[in-house]
């Protein structure tokens, strides 16, 4: 049974984990990038825990998104070939996995010569979901045959939960940053369909509709988009105002 001392090393090391975990999440990365930094953190929070992944199912379809070694990504292939594993009854169940190595030879016996032939003996699976485009586990392997403890379980399932947590709420902030600049463009481009139809409207006399039926005609005449058309025409007007200007100007210099 562990020490106090032991356990408050245990929680000290989660807290860092988790704290440069929230650091990494606040950060504007993408889900590549924030995986590969969940995996990295959870060997620094679980004791034991050597090699981290995370399988990723899209569509049924499983695939490594984030991993700290390779011989954690063969692992998990193993198990995606045959549609059967710990990480796969992860996702699946909602449960967490945890085994040694040398007890899984009858339930998954492919994955436990391939963890063997890499030195892995032991493997803790939590599942992970984020939202309907992300699920899938969060794979920890021990090259110990200490097949983990309640203790880290209980540690994978806190982390998972802020991981989890984290995650959403960074994908969250990501699809309104990508929604705000989505409405600036809209508006600068609105803003252009709007002068372009101001100034169609004043040279050629005709109404709002027209106008801009006329901004439509030419987009589609040309297969340009009607923003660009706009954009285009205002800066046409702008410049042979601006020569015209030039031209006055110089008149009344020479005189």
């Known amino acids: 049974m562990p020490n106090e001392s032991s356990v408050n090393g245990y929680l000290d090391d989660v807290n860092a984990a988790l704290t440069a975990l929230t650091e990494t999440l606040e ?31 899209h569509t049924g379809s499983p695939r490594t998104a984030a991993s700290t070694d390779d011989r954690a990504v063969e692992i998990d292939r193993a ?18 996995v945890r085994l040694s190595v040398r007890t899984a030879d009858r339930a ?3 994955f436990a010569a391939t963890a063997r032939k890499l030195g892995v003996g032991s493997y803790l699976a939590a599942p992970l979901h984020i939202d309907e485009t992300l699920s899938g586990a969060l794979n920890l392997f021990g090259f110990g045959d200490h097949g983990f403890r309640d203790s880290d379980s209980d540690l994978l399932e806190l982390y998972t939960t802020v991981v989890s947590s984290g995650l959403r709420t ?3 902030y990501r699809d309104t940053r990508r ?13 252009a369909i709007e002068q372009a139809k101001g100034i169609l409207m004043a040279v050629h006399k ?5 106008a801009f039926g006329l901004l439509v005609t030419e987009s589609q005449h040309s297969n340009t988009k009607l ?4 954009s285009r025409f205002v ?8 020569r015209g200007a030039a031209i006055r100007t110089g008149e009344g210099v020479k005189r």
Do not use: N
């Not at 889900?31 to 930094?37: C, G, H, K, N, Y």
């Not at 198990?79 to 967490?96: K, M, T, V």
């Not at 005709?206 to 027209?210: P, R």
């Not at 923003?227 to 706009?230: F, G, L, Q, T």
């Open 27 to 57: 950060t504007e990365s993408g889900d590549a990038e924030l995986l590969d930094a969940v995996c990295a953190q959870a060997v620094r929070a679980i004791p034991g825990a050597d090699l981290a992944s995370v399988t990723a199912i």
């Open 108 to 110: 998954w016996p492919d």
């Open 206 to 210: 005709v109404s709002a509709d027209d």
């Open 79 to 96: 198990q995606y070939a045959l549609g059967d594993g710990p990480c796969l009854e992860a996702a699946r169940s909602g449960e967490i």
């Open 179 to 191: 929604l705000v600049v989505q409405l600036e463009d809209a508006m600068r481009t609105r803003g």
């Open 170 to 172: 960074a994908r969250r």
């Open 227 to 230: 923003h660009e058309v706009a």
């Open 235 to 242: 800066r046409s007007v702008t410049a042979d105002r601006s």
